[in-house]
């Protein structure tokens, strides 16, 4: 099939473009370039020695989105790009609300004119509410609580709007817990800019020494060991997700939603233990308070996506932290 991939050259969306090209489908990415680089591009078809095409372009665009869609022949859409900051999106809420869903609007529009109407949206697991049962089915209570979640629980309940108007429609919505990890290569993953927000990436940085020392948000959860637990999922397991879904909507498939996770969850001792163990010893660490808004513990509950998607995470946690340290040492040698 020619998949078109908005936000294709970001960090799931270059990993699934080259499980997708490894597939036999071709690829057509459209990214702005606000969270990636060009260099992308090269490394995914190095990797596959398969071409991509690529369009410099913003989703938020109208003209810009039509003529991509009256050039191209399109069977369906993966629609990664959006902007995914907890923090920023707190302190800049209409800029999210404006790049996420302002421009989804603009994308299905488009996608409706020209009759293209295999969608898979990536969601997150942070459209579940607070204080649930674990694990999380898809079936779990939604509510999310900061503006980045909103706009993706927003464009859920968009999606299941257009589907009821019209049925023509196929979408998948695929609820990402928590993506870590990067390609064997160790030439694409994940490489946030600035100081990062999230876990894997800031104990990779540790590890080769960018940065000092990690803070453990919080060690008297009551958790395994009083750390937050999460369901780390590699993100080549995620990318093959994607997969299954496009297959999925070639079945006439209708609306559904699907949890991508490994159903496992880890402590962030535990992740830092292991990480030690690959990069010997040099992630040091200091117990802080705990991060404002964070919960204790969510996993998910994949068996809805291993049933009906014929999808099943197979990577450990060794592998995430050692595909991880893996790319964040070719990164620092290539900028040395
Ligand atoms: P990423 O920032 O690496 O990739 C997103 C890509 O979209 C970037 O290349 C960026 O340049 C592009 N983009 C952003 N706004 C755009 C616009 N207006 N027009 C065109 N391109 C635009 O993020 P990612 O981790 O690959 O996430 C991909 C998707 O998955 C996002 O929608 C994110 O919200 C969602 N998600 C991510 C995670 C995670 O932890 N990484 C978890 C759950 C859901
Ligand atoms: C994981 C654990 C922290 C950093 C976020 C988004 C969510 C989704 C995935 C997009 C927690 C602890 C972290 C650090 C730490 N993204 N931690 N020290 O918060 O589960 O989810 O990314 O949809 O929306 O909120 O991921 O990696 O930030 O944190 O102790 O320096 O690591 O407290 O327990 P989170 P994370």
């Known amino acids: 099939m020619n998949i078109l991939l908005t936000g294709g050259l970001g960090y799931i969306g270059s990993h699934t473009a080259v499980e997708l090209l490894n597939a036999g489908h071709d ?3 459209i990214d702005n370039l606000c969270n990636s680089s060009i260099d992308v591009k090269d490394r995914i ?9 690529f369009i410099e372009t ?4 109208k003209e810009d ?8 022949k399109i069977d369906a859409v993966i629609h990664f790009a959006g902007l995914k900051a907890v923090g920023e999106s707190v302190q800049n809420p209409l800029y999210y609300y404006e790049n996420n869903i302002a421009g989804t609007i603009n994308l299905l529009q488009v996608m409706q004119k020209y009759n293209v109407k295999n969608l898979v949206f990536s969601s997150s697991a942070t459209v579940y509410g607070t204080c649930q049962e674990m694990p999380l089915s898809e079936d779990s209570p939604t509510g999310a609580v900061n503006p980045y979640g909103r706009t993706k629980l927003f464009i859920e309940e968009m999606l299941k709007d257009l589907y009821t108007s019209d049925p023509s429609f196929n979408i998948i919505i695929l609820r990402y817990f ?13 490489n946030p800019r600035g100081i990062p927000n999230n876990l894997m990436p800031y104990i990779a940085r540790v590890s080769v020494g960018i940065l000092d020392e990690l803070s453990i948000y919080g060690d008297d959860y009551d958790t395994k060991d009083g750390t937050g637990v999460r369901d780390y999922i590699h993100v080549v397991d995620l990318a093959c997700g994607h997969v299954a879904s496009i297959d999925k909507l070639s079945e006439n498939c209708g609306l ?3 949890n991508l996770g490994t159903g496992t969850g880890y402590s962030v001792l535990e992740v830092v233990n292991e990480f030690n163990k690959v990069c010997g010893g040099k992630v040091k660490y200091k117990i802080a308070p705990r991060r404002d808004g964070d919960i204790a513990e969510y996993y998910a509950s994949p068996k809805k996506a291993n049933d009906e998607l014929h999808w099943q995470a197979k990577k450990d946690l060794h592998s995430m932290c050692e595909s991880t340290y893996n790319y964040q040492i ?5 900028n040395k």
């Open 27 to 29: 690829v057509l990415v």
């Open 256 to 258: 559904a939603i699907y």
């Open 178 to 190: 928590n993506p870590v990890g990067a390609h064997d290569s160790g030439i694409i993953g994940e």
């Open 330 to 334: 070719k990164e620092l040698n290539k």
């Open 65 to 72: 989105i039509d003529n991509v869609f009256a050039n191209n």
């Open 45 to 53: 078809e190095e990797i596959t020695d398969k071409q991509i095409q």
């Open 58 to 61: 913003d989703i938020r665009i």
